[in-house]
């Protein structure tokens, strides 16, 4: 029989004793896996800048995630402590970490078992792979572009970002993950190189012209990472402004200038470092600028403003500003991609916030027309032997569709939908042009292939989750009608 007041502190205790502890339960449930310091081991980096757009982190931590080393947890822990869990690995962390080049350079794990092939291992032609990310289970798939055989599916370092980057030659490829890792892939080996973690929360990468250099653009630090061929750390640049650190948003290759251009997203500058002597010039400008496309002669770039409302070209051989285009609906200027109208020279966006794409005249930056499209879109691809650009509808209830538009007419010809309901976005061409590579970018996905003049369905191939897809001829050549 229990005292009253015996029975009155059991009541009290018990809340106490069920009150949540995280930071405890972390350290002993989570941390050999995620790192002490929430930045990452086996398992990736917990924190707010990585988790912001995971959805249901409460259903990973309790069920975990099928065929993965993160498994369930809802038989240790209560509901009440995957909450505080959560709260937990989505606060900032409380100091700013450090990723010093000595911890970069500790980092680098070369695969023991790599040996270079002298030629290609297999028969395809090594300049018309294409490689097809496959965000489903971390892997890449990498793709015979004329009999569209899978020759060989690798793991890659979890969440990839940005696009791969080939070597100059398109026998190497280079693949950035979310956590800051860098992947070096031989193709003609079909192996691995190595990797190594050039920063805790990365961006995107670019490469030098010569391949001799590859940039690696950061969130945490920030700062930008200079890589060299054989992943060796060569520089850490500090991306700071008058004492502040800005992080940079994304890191671009200007072939015919050497250099990388750099979009600070926490200040109001472009800098551009050279590829030769890694010297930095900055480039001052109105408010920050982000998500750039580029001239030709990669004399100019167009950017969008914070608000999302303008494009903003700059000419930077002299810093000035050179237009500004109202492009209202935030502009995804990174994904444009231009062709030949009129022997004038055309370069087209899709919007993130609104249903069309705009076609901007490259000689003056003026609008040429806005082509209402089904919803926002993400990704745009031409190629130069085909008359049409191929445009996906990523975003709201059409995300089912991929819009074919004429380049010269500007009308859309054809909707492709052939999964109603499912997402069907990103498309690549052939090196040649003659086939199209789409995604069905579901868990239990594919990718079909299309032939690109008489748009019929040619092949479907099963992919998990595949998202983007980077042939190499297109790739390496610049070839007009990629997003670079
Ligand atoms: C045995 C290693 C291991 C342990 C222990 C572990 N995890 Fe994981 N966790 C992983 C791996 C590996 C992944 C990536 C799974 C995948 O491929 O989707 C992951 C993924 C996650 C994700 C999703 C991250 C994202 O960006 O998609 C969250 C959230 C997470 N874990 C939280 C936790 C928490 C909280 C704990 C402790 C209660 C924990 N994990 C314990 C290995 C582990």
């Known amino acids: 029989m229990i005292r009253p007041t015996a029975f009155f502190s059991l009541l009290l205790a018990l809340p106490l004793t069920a009150h949540a502890d995280p930071a405890a339960d972390y350290a002993e449930h989570c941390a050999a896996c995620h790192g002490e310091d929430r930045l990452g081991g086996t398992g990736p980096a917990l924190i707010p800048e990585t988790l912001g757009r995971v959805r249901g982190i409460d259903t990973v931590i309790a069920q975990g995630r099928v065929s993965t080393q993160m498994e369930g947890f809802a038989d240790r822990l ?14 900032p962390l409380d100091h700013r970490p450090d990723w010093s080049a000595e911890q970069i350079a500790a980092s680098r794990e070369m695969n023991p078992d790599y040996q270079p092939a002298e030629k290609p291992v297999f028969a395809a032609d090594p300049l018309n792979i294409t490689l097809v990310v496959e965000t489903g289970d971390h892997h890449v798939s990498v793709l015979d572009g004329d009999t569209f055989e899978v020759l060989a599916r690798f793991a890659t370092p979890f969440a990839v970002h940005g696009g791969p980057k080939f070597s100059p030659d398109g026998r190497f490829v280079y693949i950035m ?128 403003n ?20 109202p492009l209202p609906g935030m502009p995804h200027l990174g994904s444009g991609i231009t062709w030949e109208r009129d022997g004038r020279r055309v370069m087209a966006t899709p919007h993130l916030g609104e249903g069309v794409l705009s076609v901007i005249d490259m000689q003056d930056w003026s609008l040429v027309k806005q082509i209402k499209t089904s919803g926002p879109g993400f990704f745009l691809r031409g190629h130069a032997t085909s008359p049409y650009v191929w445009a996906d509808v990523f975003f709201g209830p059409h995300k089912d569709e991929m819009h074919v538009i ?79």
């Open 78 to 91: 209560s509901p009440e402590s995957i909450t505080a869990l959560v709260d937990y690995v989505t606060a």
């Open 177 to 304: 993950s979310r956590d800051g890792w860098v992947q070096k892939y031989d193709i003609w080996s079909l192996a691995e190189v190595g990797r190594i973690r050039a920063a805790l929360n990365s961006r995107n990468i670019a490469i030098s012209p010569d391949g001799q250099r590859i940039a690696v653009a950061n969130y945490l630090p920030e700062s930008l990472t200079i890589l060299d061929s054989d992943l060796n750390p060569l520089r850490l640049i500090a991306t700071q402004v008058d004492g502040t650190p800005s992080r940079v948003s994304a890191v671009y290759q200007a072939p015919q200038r050497h250099s990388f251009v750099l979009a600070l997203k926490d200040a109001p500058e472009i800098w551009e470092v050279a590829t030769t002597d890694l010297s930095i010039r900055r480039i001052p400008i109105d408010e920050p600028l982000d998500d750039f496309f580029f001239s030709p002669d990669y004399r100019q770039l167009i950017g969008a």
């Open 306 to 325: 914070r608000d999302g409302d303008k494009g903003v070209a700059i000419d930077l051989d002299d810093g000035h500003k050179v237009a500004e285009l």
């Open 406 to 484: 004429d380049k010269q007419t500007l009308e859309i010809v054809k909707t492709l939908a052939p999964f109603p309901g499912q997402t069907f976005a990103h498309s690549e061409f052939t090196r040649d042009g003659s086939h199209v590579l789409v995604s069905l970018w579901e868990d239990e996905g594919a990718v079909v292939i299309y032939d690109a003049k008489t748009l019929d369905e040619v092949k479907r191939l099963p992919m998990r989750k595949p998202s983007g897809k980077y042939n190499v001829w297109n790739k390496i050549t610049f070839e007009d009608g990629t997003s670079h």
